[in-house]
């Protein structure tokens, strides 16, 4: 989202031109703080359209500060491939345009050891264990892609090598994972849990393997974003003119 003086506020612009220096300055604090202020109210929007959303989405936008010489302020998704965590515009994207997302790393795994067909997707089911921001838990997620044998597990070590150690892991935590590239015996695909019990077994599905996941958009971030920006900017413009203009007496 963009705010631009000649663009957003063209009747500003022309008072500017009449400040000269100090009308330029209170314009770029002004748009930069009414940018804060949209991505304040993004934020609040994410909140009561999202369930339990985490901090690392809450912060997933960043503003870019006008100045002087550039009278234009942004607000936009965080899209750094090289930073920490998956950038918020793969998984935000989709939630303000609609359509698709992208792949998440476990789903790529699958898809490279011939478990997941190209291109699908992995959705939680029943057995998924949710936490509190209702994602499936890594404490799960890694669990299940040790015993797969897709990556040794940080803090979970159940590989299925066959050894009496392996067996003895696996035994004491009672849960064994199972993958099914293609619908088998009335199961979809998917990724499974079998639970041994004194009477028997129990197999519950944790992931389902589907061809598509589309959403439709739920974050109105422009429509939110540039709305809270017009209703504050005229009262940052005002306050930083004055400041301005008693600065200049003072001088």
Request: hydrophobic share 40%; aromatic share 8%; net charge positive.
């Amino acid at each position: 989202m963009r705010m631009n003086i000649k663009t957003n506020f063209p009747d500003v612009a022309r008072r500017i031109e009449e400040l000269g220096k100090q009308g330029t300055f209170a314009a770029a604090v002004a748009l930069t703080r009414s940018a804060k202020d949209a991505q304040a109210a993004i934020k609040e929007e994410m909140r009561a359209v999202f369930d339990r959303p985490t901090a690392y989405a809450l912060n997933g936008t960043l503003v870019k500060s006008a100045t002087k010489s550039n009278l234009e302020a942004r607000v936009w998704v965080k899209d750094d491939p090289w930073g920490k965590g998956t950038p918020a515009d793969r998984f935000l994207g989709p939630q303000i345009h609609g359509g698709s997302r992208s792949q998440k790393g476990a789903e790529r795994m699958l898809q490279r050891a011939g478990l997941l067909p190209a291109g699908w997707y992995a959705v939680p089911a029943v057995g998924a264990q949710l936490d509190a921001n209702g994602n499936v838990k890594r404490s799960q997620v890694v669990q299940i892609l040790s015993q797969l044998k897709l990556q040794r597990g940080a803090g979970f070590e159940s590989r299925a090598t066959g050894s009496a150690r392996s067996a003895r892991t696996i035994a004491r935590q009672g849960v064994t994972y199972f993958a099914l590239p293609k619908a088998t015996r009335g199961l979809e695909p998917g990724i499974y849990l079998k639970r041994r019990f004194a009477q028997g077994t129990a197999i519950r599905p944790v992931f389902i393997f589907v061809a598509a996941v589309r959403y439709q958009p739920r974050l109105k971030f422009f429509d939110v974003g540039q709305t809270a920006a017009e209703a504050s900017f005229f009262g940052h413009f005002h306050t930083e003119i004055g400041k301005a203009i008693a600065s200049a007496r003072l001088k």
